[in-house]
Structures are given as C-alpha cells and as structure tokens.
C-alpha cells in the first residue's frame, strides 16, 4: 500500500512537539535554566498546529471532518481531543510567562503539557491497533511512536537551549536527556522491528538504518556527546534531531509498508 505521508507528518510533528514541550516543562520543573521557555513552547505550538491540519489532508473529503469526529471512540476524535487540549494549555503556558507568573501555578500548567504531550505521542500509534494486521496488533507499536518521539523532542530542546547559551551544566543535562531518549528509542524501535520481522523482510534495510541507526543511535551518540561537552552541544543538537526526524518517518513508514493490502482492499483511505 502507498505510504500515507500526511499521516506520516501529522505524527512526526505532534509527536516533536509534544515531547519538546515535555522538556520545557520539565526544566520548569528541575530549574536548570531559564533560557528556552518561551522559544520552545511557541516551536511545540506551531508544530502541534501544522501536524494537525496535516492530518486533515488525508481524507478524500477534508470539508467531511466534523462528521468523522462525531464517533468519540475512534482513533481520530482521540487525536483532535489531545492536539486541541494540548494547544490550549500551551496558550496558557505562554500568557502565564508573558505575566511572569511562576512557581506552583506555572508548575501545574506545564504538568499538564508534559502528559498530554506523551500521551499525544503514544495515541498517534495505539490508533492504528487492528487484530486483522499481526504487525499493527502490538502495543509495542504505540511504544515506537512514543520512543522515536521522544527523541526529536529531547535533540530539539538541547539544540534550542544550546543556542540561546544555557549555562553548561543545563546543556549537559540535557544532553544526557537525550542520551535517554535515545536509548528510549532504540529499545522500542529494536523491540517492534523483532516481534513484527521487519529486519527479514524487504523493508530491513530502511528500517535498520533510519528508524533504529538515524533515529535512535545518533541521538544517543550526539546526546552523549552533549552530556561530556556541553559546548558543542548545538551541533550535537542539531545532528540528533537530524536523526530522529529521519528515524520517526521510517518507523512510520515502515508500518505503512508493514500494513500492505488491507486498508486499500477495504478502501479506508
């Protein structure tokens, strides 16, 4: 079956965003620094907006959305609520820094990002569950979306505050943050390749080398790299997003390529 690509953006870019607001929200946490608050709550914003509409062009009929989000059990209904709450919150995540309003208020609010962000990330894959396809039949298979997205998120955020000149010991770690989410990645991505056979089947090689090498070893690499020196945590930062953007789209293009057949015989697309 064809490769669903405004699926494909739609989980990639709310997956980013999402986890990329959970480390702003967890530095707001921690405290380790006060850079990239702002910058990486807008960025997580935007991407949350775009992956949205992207997920509206792959229906044949775009004007027909407010009927298919009239079943609130279905996969999409599921999303829209998530992307809708979790761009409210980020909102007034945003307007509670503009007022310098902080401690508990601003902690609670960022809470509140930080679980609809992963939970965002892992639904985009637990809609896709269907006992008919073995490979799509696992909840590994939301793990893998989770995993390869938390990656993004934590390169984007170790970029972004590297840029602005976090202190050293902020970029570390956050650079050993990423080092986790990459290895987060690799275990869910080596963990559903295995149980689905994807690394004996025709799509090994670009699953291998983007979603478990790009995707998940690089972060781990470069986020180590962060970790020991933090001052060439921009370049390390921007080489493990490169990676796990790579690594998203070919864990979710594997799975397309993975769920051949069925979707076109019952022409759902």
Not at 3 to 17: A, D, E, R
Not at 133 to 146: D, K, V
Request: aromatic letters at 10%; one cysteine or more; charged letters at 5%.
């Amino acid at each position: 079956m064809d490769i669903q690509w405004s699926l494909v953006i739609f989980t990639v870019l709310t997956g980013l965003g999402g986890w990329l607001f959970f480390f702003v929200g967890l530095n707001v946490l921690l405290g380790k620094t006060d850079k990239g608050a702002f910058a990486g709550t807008v960025a997580a914003l935007a991407l949350a907006i775009v992956g949205g509409c992207a997920s509206v062009t792959h229906l044949s009929h775009p004007d027909r959305m407010l009927g298919a989000l009239q079943h609130p059990t279905s996969g999409i209904f599921t999303e829209a609520v998530l992307v809708g709450l979790l761009c409210i919150t980020l909102v007034a995540f945003l307007v509670m820094l503009k007022r310098s309003i902080a401690g508990t208020p601003l902690k609670a609010v960022a809470i509140v990002g930080m679980t609809l962000g992963v939970l965002m990330s892992f639904m985009a894959g637990q809609s896709y569950l269907m006992d008919a396809i073995a490979a799509w039949n696992t909840e590994l298979l939301p793990l893998g979306y989770l995993g390869t997205a938390a990656a993004a998120g934590a390169a984007a955020y170790l970029m972004l505050i590297a840029a602005q000149k976090a202190d050293e010991s902020a970029v570390s770690f956050f650079g050993l943050m990423t080092l986790v989410a990459g290895a987060v990645s690799l275990v869910t991505t080596v963990a559903y390749g295995a149980m689905a056979g994807v690394f004996a089947g025709s799509t090994a090689l670009v699953y291998a080398g983007g979603a478990v090498l790009c995707g998940s070893v690089v972060p781990l690499v470069f986020g180590a790299l962060a970790w020991k020196r933090p001052g060439n945590a921009l370049v390390a930062g921007l080489v493990a997003l490169a990676g796990a953007l790579v690594g998203s789209c070919a864990f979710r293009c594997a799975m397309w390529l993975l769920g051949a057949g069925l979707y076109d015989f019952f022409g759902l697309i």
